[in-house]
């Protein structure tokens, strides 16, 4: 849960004593199954809490399902270009995984995050779609949803798809096909960069995190396999050989929880914030698509306004009755090419503010999992040791 304010002088500031601060927080809680077979899904409980007028100053609790999230998303990367859009999690299409505890609440979990990272952006909270989604109830999303045209209705929502149309181009270019029309700017360029060495290294993180989770689980069955192992040699043996073969299984049995338990921390602590941010990085790509888009637009307007002028005054030198739609032609295309000429713009200020924002939360992000990563490293190392250390005078006394 977040909560976010803002100043005296944002555009909803609460109509309560100008001594309250404004807070907009959201809640994704209680996920439950419904339907059955392939019709089955499960739904959230998204619970509000602001004192933002426009959210009618009581708390709001609706019903949503991953579709209405990615509804909201779409929205969101059509609207507000040049902002990095919070990333969701991937939709899960194996059966015996996508309906398991451990799923659900993986995606319970970064739904919340998801939710909560729109919510506390200045720009993106003030979004009227985050308030149809946190305040409509469900037959109005359900019909928003059916109406949705957006680029992610037409294309698999997935945002590595835009990457693909980007690598076709690459492509082209390679094989002379096409000529780039590529932004010439160092520091954008530095970005890039920047932007695709990270998702390397955060998946490379990611996928030894996956490795070490998988590994604590499985010594933490085999600690309960040789537990059963030990108790029941202890039980064959008898005396005291047994007794200290039985509490040897016991407590590898208890360690064998206790791994079980850190494997699971580890998951949701560690694996799943470094999946997201990988996530938020493709998110980040496809702002920089969206950004090389905006460019080539503006390039070929210029180009084309150039043929226009040319056509245009060899028309007045020949006196051409066409002169006159010619002038209108010019003066819409200038029009539009000086929007998009601000759109790129825009695009290129909202993303300098975005890269540093997003470095900062990352840095927080971060620290906090390495941080929660090493002091679960501690804690179960500990426990480990002290177990094992507890039974070195039994042991010694059945050697001896």
């Known amino acids: 849960m977040i909560t976010t304010q803002r100043s005296s002088s944002g555009p909803l500031q609460s109509s309560r004593s100008p001594s309250s601060p404004s807070y907009l927080s959201v809640s994704v ?3 439950v199954k419904l339907g059955n077979g392939v019709q089955a899904y499960i739904s959230y409980r998204v619970i509000t809490k602001s004192n933002f007028p426009e959210y009618q100053g009581t708390d709001k609790i609706v019903i949503r399902r991953y579709s209405d999230f990615v509804w909201l998303r779409d929205r969101l990367f059509e609207r507000y270009k040049g902002i990095f859009i919070p990333p969701l999690p991937e939709k899960s299409t194996v059966e015996k995984f996508r309906f398991s505890a451990e799923f659900i609440e993986m995606r319970r979990q970064a739904l919340d995050v998801f939710v909560n990272r729109v919510a506390s952006h200045q720009d993106l909270q003030q979004s009227e779609d985050l308030r ?28 590595m798809q835009i990457f693909k149309d980007v690598q076709s181009k690459v492509t082209d270019v390679v094989l002379g096909k096409e000529k780039p029309v ?22 490379e993180a990611q996928k030894h995190a996956y490795r070490l989770v998988k590994r604590h689980r499985e010594l933490g069955q085999s600690l309960s396999d040789f537990g059963k192992a030990a108790k029941l040699l202890g039980a064959c043996e008898g005396d005291t050989l047994g007794k200290a073969f039985s509490e040897v299984g016991t407590k590898s049995e208890i360690l064998s929880v206790k791994l079980q338990k ?25 702002t920089i698509a969206e950004r090389a888009n905006a460019f080539r637009h503006q390039c070929e307007l210029a180009e084309t306004i150039k043929l226009k002028e040319i056509n245009l005054d060899k028309l007045l030198l020949t006196r051409s009755d066409k002169v006159g739609e010619a002038e209108f032609e010019y003066k819409e295309l200038k029009a539009e090419s000086e929007e998009a000429t ?15 924002r997003f470095q900062e939360q990352k840095t927080q992000d971060m620290g906090v999992a390495f941080h929660e990563f090493a002091k679960g490293q501690a804690r179960l190392a500990n426990g480990i040791a002290d177990a094992w250390r507890s039974l070195l005078p039994k042991l010694e006394a059945c050697s001896s």
């Open 182 to 203: 590529e932004e010439s700017n160092p520091e954008y360029e530095k970005m890039k960069h920047y932007i695709f060495e990270l998702e390397n290294h955060l998946a």
């Open 262 to 286: 850190e494997a699971h921390q580890l998951l949701m602590n560690f694996e799943e914030p470094l999946k997201d941010y990988v996530r938020a990085v493709q998110s980040i790509k496809a």
């Open 132 to 159: 149809t989604f946190l305040l409509a109830d469900e037959e109005t999303m359900e019909r928003l949803r059916s109406q949705d045209t957006g680029i992610f209705k037409k294309k698999p929502a997935d945002l």
């Open 29 to 31: 809680t209680d996920p």
């Open 342 to 356: 601000r759109r790129f713009e825009t695009i290129v200020r909202l993303m300098n503010e975005e890269i540093v």
